[in-house]
Each structure stands twice: as structure tokens, then as C-alpha cells.
């Protein structure tokens, strides 16, 4: 078929190449802001890199739990200065799934590294955990069970002796569209326990309860990612409403108030992941489902674009459907998850699978 060039031909080469005109007109005024650069690519075996972390010594880690080919069994790598290297990769599964899911992970104040469970693509009864893996000399060890009966846990972010958990599927028996940000302290989770959660309650560890609006996208997943401000403020955004809410909280560390932050037009439509530089109180979140991150100025609710590009592969590092972030001095790591529903600027999950970073000015 390419060596011959008929008529017929000729015209399907001409709407081929219009059709490409028009993708590339359409990625290039989708582009704006900052250029991502490629930090590390990844083999079909590592899919969604998801969860960010950043450890002693200055050290990066990075949960990828393969949800869009799980066919792999999910992993932690360290991320380094040339791309990767493994540091988890036989992860416990949980028992009625088979399934090992981390997302979001942070180490705490007893020097353990602590990871949320999203088994809600596996099974709705309630199955994720938060798990704890105990370190030794920088070096993981064994790896139990902190916390059971999530339904989607998500986001970890520890404020002093207090670790905040997002459930993006906290539903209530009157309330199928809600989600919840959970409270541990230290002191409860002590190795060798496992905490059993209340699912459809309001269980102790529920700080905030929430309720998704659900949009084109049907996608009823609330609460998604989590950190606090200077002011020790807590944010979470939604995924399925791009809803940016505040929790004030008391000098006990219980509930004082809480908020939708009135964040400027336009609207963010999706909020994954999300960072707070407590130096400036910027929130830099993932607007997952438009390629874009964004930054919202905390003092004064302004939102800017800070990158944001068409549908992609990710190559080179452009985004591919950014799921979390990471401040690390003046890069901003992000991890493409690649992985659409419906309505998302990316269409489809494809190789490379890979990890970006933007160099903040
Ligand atoms: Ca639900
Ligand atoms: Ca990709
Ligand atoms: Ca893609």
C-alpha cells in the first residue's frame, strides 16, 4: 500500500495528514505554562506510578500499583538522579483480592514508611488498609497491616505525631457519594496492632465526612489528596468535582471548622494529588483529568496554570494524566498515572509509562 500512490490514496493521505495537522494544532493550544522535563520511564511491568514520598537523606519513593495492568504485581521504587531502582517490590497482598494497591505513602515519626491501599478497584466491601513497613538501617522490613476496612484509601500525610488519611469512598447507609478524611496518632499505631475501622459509620477516626457532586465524568470519588498549610490548616480536593475544601482544627486536633475554599475561576473540574510549600502556602494540586497542574495561592484563592498539555503519550516528559506531586527544593515531581475515565483530556493508558518534573522558578 505505500508503494502505490493512486488517487484514492493520495486523498486518504491528505485527510490522514490533515487529521495530524489538527491533533497538533489542538496539543499545541492546549499547552501552556512551564515545559516538564522526563525524570524516569518505566516498563509495561510498572504501570501507574502514583504515591510520592520523601524520606531521610533526601530520598524519593514512589508506589505504582499497576491498576491499569494489574496482570503485574504493584511495587515501591526509589527514584534516582538517572530514572529508578527497586526498594519494595513483593508486596503483601490482601487476602480476598490478591491484590497489593499502594498509593500515597509517608514516613512517620517512628521512622516507618506508611502506605494507603486502593483495593476499591478490586472489590466495594471495604478491603484497602493502610500498611506499615518497618525500616531498619534505611532498608525495608517486614510489612503488616496498620489499619483495616478502608473502602478507597488514598492520600497519607503525617502532622507531628498525627497521620491524615483521605478515603475517597466513605460512604454513609443515606449517603453513597461520600468520603472522609481519618485521623491516627502515633501513639495508636503502634507495630505489631492493626486498627479495624467501622465501614458506614462515623467511626473515631473520621475527622471530616464529605459528599461528592458528581459531573459528566460519573465519577463519585471524593476526597483524594491531602496536605496542611503554614497554619497547620488541612486541604483535601475531590477527584470527582475538583472541590478544594479547608479543615480548621481545634488546639485538641479535633474539627473546628469546615470549608469550600472559593478557589478563582476558572473551574478546576478534577483534583488529584496535591502539595502545599508551606514557605509561600501554594497549593500545587493535580488536575487530573485536564493535563494540567495548577497552582492555588492559599492567601488569596487565585489559581494559575503552572503546566498543562494535550493528550500524550508522555514522552519526554509532557503530562500524561498527573496524579501526585512532590516538592523536592525547587522540582516539583510528578507522576503520570495515565489511567482516564471518561471525559479526561488523556484517552488512553499507553507506553511510556513515566515520571515528570517541573523546575519551579
Ligand atoms: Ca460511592
Ligand atoms: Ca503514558
Ligand atoms: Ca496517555
Keep these: 500500500m505505500l508503494a502505490s500512490c493512486g488517487p484514492q490514496q493520495s486523498a486518504e493521505k491528505k485527510a490522514v495528514a490533515q487529521a495530524t495537522d489538527q491533533a497538533a494544532e489542538t496539543a499545541d493550544t492546549a499547552t501552556q505554562g512551564a515545559k516538564p522535563r522526563?525524570?524516569?520511564?518505566?516498563?509495561?511491568?510498572?504501570?501507574?506510578p502514583d504515591g510520592l514520598a520523601l524520606g531521610p537523606n533526601g530520598?524519593?519513593?514512589?508506589?505504582?500499583?499497576?491498576?491499569?495492568?494489574?496482570?503485574?504485581?504493584?511495587?515501591?521504587?526509589?527514584?534516582?538522579?538517572?530514572?529508578?531502582?527497586?526498594?519494595?517490590?513483593?508486596?503483601?497482598?490482601?487476602?480476598?483480592?490478591?491484590?497489593?494497591?499502594?498509593?500515597?505513602?509517608?514516613?512517620?515519626?517512628?521512622?516507618?514508611?506508611?502506605?494507603a491501599e486502593n483495593q476499591y478497584e478490586n472489590s466495594k466491601e471495604y478491603k484497602s488498609r493502610l500498611m506499615r513497613v518497618l525500616m531498619r538501617n534505611g532498608k525495608p522490613g517486614a510489612i503488616e497491616t496498620a489499619?483495616?476496612?478502608?473502602?478507597?484509601?488514598?492520600a497519607t500525610v503525617w502532622k507531628?505525631?498525627?497521620?491524615?488519611?483521605?478515603?475517597?469512598?466513605?460512604?454513609?447507609?443515606?449517603?453513597?457519594?461520600?468520603?472522609?478524611?481519618?485521623?491516627f496518632s502515633l501513639a495508636e499505631?503502634?507495630?505489631?496492632?492493626?486498627?479495624?475501622?467501622?465501614?458506614?459509620?462515623?467511626?473515631?477516626?473520621?475527622?471530616?465526612?464529605?459528599t461528592t457532586t458528581v459531573n459528566e465524568t460519573g465519577v463519585d470519588n471524593g476526597a483524594d489528596g491531602l496536605d496542611y498549610d503554614s497554619q497547620g490548616r488541612l486541604y483535601t480536593g475531590f477527584f470527582g468535582d475538583g472541590s478544594f475544601h479547608r479543615l480548621t482544627l481545634k488546639p485538641d486536633g479535633s474539627l473546628a471548622k469546615q470549608e469550600v475554599v472559593p478557589v478563582a475561576a476558572p473551574k478546576i473540574p478534577c483534583i488529584d494529588g496535591l502539595i502545599i510549600d508551606r514557605a509561600t502556602d501554594k497549593a500545587y494540586v493535580c488536575d487530573s483529568r485536564l493535563n494540567s497542574i495548577d497552582v492555588i495561592d492559599l492567601k488569596t484563592n487565585a489559581h494559575t496554570v503552572l503546566a498543562r498539555n494535550g493528550?500524550?503519550?508522555?514522552?519526554?516528559?509532557?503530562?500524561?494524566?498527573?496524579?501526585?506531586?512532590?516538592?523536592?527544593?525547587?522540582?516539583?515531581?510528578?507522576?503520570?498515572?495515565?489511567?482516564p475515565e471518561k471525559h479526561f483530556v488523556n484517552t488512553k493508558s499507553d507506553a511510556p509509562h513515566t515520571e515528570s518534573v517541573i523546575d519551579l522558578p
Design 38 to 48: 522526563l525524570l524516569a520511564t518505566f516498563p509495561d511491568s510498572l504501570n501507574t
Design 59 to 115: 530520598r524519593v519513593f514512589l508506589s505504582i500499583p499497576n491498576l491499569a495492568d494489574n496482570k503485574y504485581p504493584a511495587r515501591i521504587v526509589e527514584l534516582t538522579a538517572t530514572g529508578y531502582q527497586p526498594f519494595i517490590s513483593h508486596l503483601p497482598v490482601e487476602p480476598a483480592t490478591k491484590k497489593a494497591t499502594p498509593m500515597d505513602l509517608a514516613f512517620g515519626p517512628d521512622g516507618n514508611l506508611y502506605y
Design 147 to 154: 489499619v483495616d476496612n478502608f473502602c478507597l484509601a488514598n
Design 160 to 183: 507531628g505525631n498525627t497521620l491524615y488519611v483521605t478515603d475517597s469512598q466513605w460512604d454513609m447507609p443515606d449517603n453513597d457519594k461520600g468520603s472522609a478524611v481519618m485521623r
Design 189 to 210: 499505631l503502634k507495630p505489631g496492632t492493626t486498627i479495624h475501622l467501622k465501614p458506614k459509620t462515623q467511626d473515631p477516626h473520621v475527622l471530616a465526612m464529605f
Design 311 to 339: 493528550d500524550t503519550n508522555g514522552a519526554g516528559g509532557r503530562l500524561d494524566q498527573p496524579a501526585e506531586v512532590l516538592l523536592k527544593g525547587k522540582q516539583l515531581i510528578v507522576s503520570d498515572y495515565d489511567k
